[in-house]
Each structure stands twice: as C-alpha cells, then as structure tokens.
C-alpha cells in the first residue's frame, strides 16, 4: 500500500504529483461534487424512502464526494433508510494529509472530523466504517480498481466515475473497468462523471449503458451520464428478506456477533442459548488472543485473520462508544518463533508485505527481550495493537447493543429444528415449538452437527485445557505473548496459559497432565518464566472448539443436500431458503467474529458484502459439498 503524497498547487488546489493532476476543480470542490455525481445521478431524489441505496465510486481521493453525500443524505426530508458508499482508491491519504485537505471545507467539519476518527489503518483490502449508528456505511477498498472491482460483491444504484484524468491515470477508465462496472451495475442504475472522454464513451456504450452529455461545472463545458439498460439477471442480486427476523442458535461469540449485526440492520432477533447466560461453552473463557496472522504469500489465512483483526478492534470501539462495552486490553501482542527457520520466516514476510508498523513489526531477540522485559532466545512479530479480549464480556456487549430489537433467551435448549410453512422453528426435546422465525441461523459451535440439515458438515470438535496462573506465581508480564502456547497479561489478577488441542476427546475434566502442558509450553516463550507455578496447585478450564478441516470458517447459506439429480456436478448447488451457517470459527472466535458476522449478515440483507469474492467463496460451507461432488 503505498499512501498519496498530497500537495497543493498555487491557487491552493490539492494536487497529487505521483498523477501529476489536481483531486478536484480550481473553482470549488462541493459545488462540482453535487453537480457532477449527484446531480448526475438524480440524488437525493432517486433514494427517497428507499430501504438501501448503494453507490459505487472510482476514486475516494480525499473523501469529497463521500461528504458531500453524506451531508445530502443528512438533509434529505426522506432519506433511505441504509446508505451504502463504496469507494475505491488505490493510494489513499493518511489520516494527517485528509486533515489538511479537509480543513478548506469547514460545512462538512464535523462529519469529516467523525470520517478521520474511524480512518482505517492503510492495508490492501475492504474496510467498513459504520457511521449514523449503522445507517450510513463506508466501504472502503484499498488497492487498484482494474482488480478490485472483479472481486466485489454487490449492486450498485449510482456510480461516482472519478480519479484523475484518462490522460494522466488511463487504468481507471479503460474498456476492462466500464465491463467491471457492468457487472456490478442493478437495474436501472445510473452513472456520472466529468469527463466525456470517446474511448470512455464508446467503452461504456458497449456494456449497455445509455449515455448522455450534458453541461459540466464552472470551465467544464460538458459531463457524461448514463442509465444501464441490460436486462441480464444481476449476479448479486440485493433482495432483502420481506419479513426481517432471525432466530439465533447459540450465544456465543459467533451467536452474540451475529445477533448485533442483524440488529443494527433493523432486523427482529430471538437467541436460544441452552446454557444459563451468554458465553458459557467455547466463548467461556476468562481472557482470549487477538491478533492476525500474516504469511509471505498473503494467503487467505492472512487476509482473513488481518481483515477481522482490524474489524473486531472498530467493533470493540464501537461497543464503547455505545455504552455497552466489552472487557479487552490492547496491551500489544508478540508472537514469538519456534525456531531460527521459523524466525527467518517471519523476517521475510514482514519485509515482503510491508505493512504499517502498527499492524506489524519484525523484532529480533533482543528488541523482543528488551519490549517483553525477558530474555527470549528468539525474535518474531510484534502486533502493537494486538491484545486480548474477554469473550463472556463480548458476548453480553453484543447483546445488549439493541435491547428492543435482541431477545435472549438462556436456559433454553433446542433439540432440533424444522422448516413448516415458510417458517424454520426451533424445538425442544418433546418436540414442542420454542420459537420461529423466517430464518435460522446456527451458531452453537460444537453441537451444530446434532442438528440434521447441519449434520453432513466436516465439523470436529477440538478440546483446549487452559491454565490460571496467579499473579504470585509468575514475573510481571505486560504483552500478550503468543507462538507454541499463550500467555495473556494479568485478568482479574490470573494469567491465561494455553492451550490443549485434542480432536474429538469430548471430556470436560481438567487434566494435571495438560496443565503440565501448558507450563512447558509457557516455559518453551519466556524461559523459566512459571518456574515458580506450583503444578499440583493449577487450576483453569476445558472448552470445545469447532473446527473445520481448512481452519476457515464456515459462514453463509446452507446448501441443499436433495437438488435436481440433473444438475451439473459443477454448479453451485442452491440453498435451502433462510437457513444460514455462522461455524467453526476453532482458536480465532475473537478475531472472526465481528467480520463474520457482518459478511452473514450482509449475506442475508442483500447489502455489498464485506469481503472479496475469493475469500467470500473460500468461507462458504457449500465448499466441502462440491469438492466431494466433484
């Protein structure tokens, strides 16, 4: 990711040498920006008393156009109910540059004061920014628009066409981005632009657009708009559910996540948690890791555990400034190599991927003895805001974030479920009706096999023993220390040690020998570190982890097992109506569980989705079905 350079050119226009071009015209940057894009557009008038609108722009620049429609959205007399804007820009402005340019419009200070304040850190991929307490959302996409565009998901009501000028940037307005952009388009969209180039035109007329000239602002004698006109089926159609309410298997950090998603969506939310109060199985212990795991390559792993590291920070905030909070501690997080190969390793990648300090650092042994306070006979990745999380806390935040619109209902087993009617119920063990809703969504972790239409998937369960350790037992520890085991700084005067990883050993007494295990794994970070823990005395936890046989999640619709025996092996087997997965999330509930949430729930209210097509696809639980069938 490399970052704008923002200058100012001599009549104080901002200016961007690397395009060697200025962001917006010499003769007022608002006034251009409600005369091109929403006037072009025909906004606000084309939103009014939509339930969402979506528009997508090429090129966020300095956030001009976003403010401005914000702003619009604000003074609208009937706003849609949700905004989505999402944004493409591949060198976006650091936090400091955006405040520089942003001070020449004082009318939008405050939203863009609030915008700066949710600025996320600079990394290739999608970032969300929730703002109007959900009703406006930023998706940003950082990287270049000829590929980002492919991997989108969504359907866009109104394109902003912006960036600097063909001439200066041609990628952003060659014949391969108008297709992208197609694809992309519902029906009946509409876009505007400035520029009425003829190889934009002709590249835009033949992926069916209608176009139109009409006249520009201040010196620009003329602008283009256009209307698709395709009637080709949309390949991510934003259909919504008619009825909006959700039943919610599981109170655990993926149930609780996605309870709040739904809600802040309007949705109705009933949670069954068979346990007497949230968090209580997997979700139950008293301190949890946070923080990514990169790779040189940038593997899915990477991508996602980067992605959701990123989305459970601004979720923990969010939580904060709702008043609802959850217990969590960005003590910073040092993962530590097991060995010279592995350090060697975890020195490249970070060299390769060069992302923002803050994110990630490489530190030899002794930057990390010297950060850590303790002699370590390794370096490795240091995550300044890393830390960690209580997970009972999270799920209960969660929780409580829409009490009008979130029903728990705890002690409350569910024996089975059934769709009767258009509706899925919930039972329970003589077979009663605890509770329906038009769509069901499982998150009760291990137990979701015991359910029929869940039982087919390649789910196990992982037991983990962790271990307390007092605060007298141990050195003073402020970091989270993570590699082969974990150590969490003081939590309600305990240290967390962990963890056991046991497939299908569905005990759940505490084991002497697995405490032992965690010592010597504790030992194995920081040397001598529990040397004076007193085995016999230890005392923790077992819970059960769901895990997949990829370690990814498995979020989205449930395929059907019975489709037509005449379809072909290679497409995608449909999905049975309302029924949705929120899975095997194993060792990283905290760091999935904010995205997750968010890309289920997206799923399932037809809004732009918050991760790449790939990875979309890669988390889907339809996957293992069509590597059998195949």
Known sequence: MQPALLTFAPDGTPYSEQYDDVYHSCHGGPEQARHVFLGGNGLPERWQGREQFVILETGFGLGLNFLVTWAAWRASASPCRRLHFVSVEKHPLSR?????????????????????????????????????????????????????????????????LDGFSPAKNPDLWSPELCKAIARLAAPCATLATWSVAGSLRE??????????????????????????????????????????????????????????????????????????????????????????????????????????????????????????????GQSGAMHLARDAAHEATQARAA??????????????????????????????????????????????????????????????????????????????????????APHLVMASGVDAPRFAPFAWLPQKAARGQVTWLPAASTPALNLLVCGQGYVTPLVDGLRVAGASYLLDDMDAAERPAEHLENLHKLNGLLPGFAAQAVPEALRGRVGFRPMSPDRLPMVGAMPDLHPDPQRSPRRHPPAQ????????????????????????????????????????????????????MR
């Open 577 to 628: 109506p309302g029924l949705w997965c929120l899975q095997g999330f194993g060792s990283r509930g905290i760091v999935w569980s904010a995205l997750m949430a968010d890309l289920l729930a997206s799923r399932m209210n037809g809004d732009p989705l918050p991760l790449e097509y790939d990875l979309t696809h890669a988390l889907a639980p339809e996957r293992f079905l069509i590597k059998n």
């Open 203 to 328: 590249a835009l007329a033949a992926n069916e657009f209608a176009l139109e000239k009409r006249p520009g602002f201040a010196g620009k004698r003329q602008m283009l708009v256009g209307a698709y006109r395709s009637q080709k089926p949309h390949p991510y159609p934003a259909v919504a559910s008619s009825e909006q309410r959700a039943l919610v298997i599981g109170a655990g950090v993926a149930g609780s996540s996605a309870a709040a998603a739904l809600a802040a969506r309007g949705w109705q939310v009933e949670v069954l948690e068979r346990a007497q109060k949230p968090g209580q199985g997997a979700s139950g212990n008293l301190a949890g890791v946070m923080r990514p795991l990169p790779s040189a390559d940038d593997n899915f792993l990477a991508r996602l555990t980067r992605a959701g590291f990123l989305a459970a920070l601004n979720h923990l905030k969010m939580l904060e400034e709702a008043g609802t909070p959850a217990r969590w």
């Open 96 to 160: 400091s540059d955006l405040a520089r340019a942003q001070a020449a419009w004082p009318q939008f200070a405050p939203l863009a004061a609030e915008l700066r304040a949710r600025w996320p850190v600079l990394t290739p991929g999608i970032h969300r920014i929730f703002l109007e307490q959900g009703q406006v959302t930023l998706t940003l996409v950082l990287g270049d628009a000829s590929r980002e565009l492919r991997r989108l998901m969504l359907a866009a009501d109104a394109f902003y």
């Open 351 to 436: 060299a390769r991927l060069r992302l923002p300090p803050e994110l990630l650092q490489y530190l030899d042994k002794t930057a990390a003895s010297a950060l850590l306070g303790w002699p370590v006979e390794r370096g490795g990745w240091y995550f300044a805001l890393g830390g960690w999380v209580q997970p009972p806390s999270l799920c209960e935040a969660n929780l409580r974030l829409f009490p009008e619109r979130i029903t728990l209902r705890c002690a409350c087993p569910v024996a089975g479920i059934r769709r009767m009617d258009g509706t899925w119920q919930a039972l329970d063990a003589d077979g009663k009706i605890l509770a329906a």
